[in-house]
């Protein structure tokens, strides 16, 4: 059963447990499994039935493009993390 790390600011949808473990062979299936054991999870992922665009899914280590179609392993990690800004170098007050 893939195991899941879940993200601090989505701790408190799993009773503050860091990972889970649900069934799934794809992303698609892991996040519905999110959905039904820690309701408000898939609204946190996904936006019109697309990983959204702030969140990215690595599956044992390496950032999927294929977002909900991503195959996962049974064995797999499954992590869904904070896409980092890139921000502006253009800094107010010189």
Known sequence: MPTVYIPSLMQSLTGGKQTVQVEGSTVRQVVEALEQSYPGMRARLVDSGRIKPNISVAIDGEVTTLGMLQKVGEN???HFLPAIGGGS???HGG
């Open 76 to 78: 797999s990690e499954v």
């Open 89 to 91: 170098h253009n800094r």
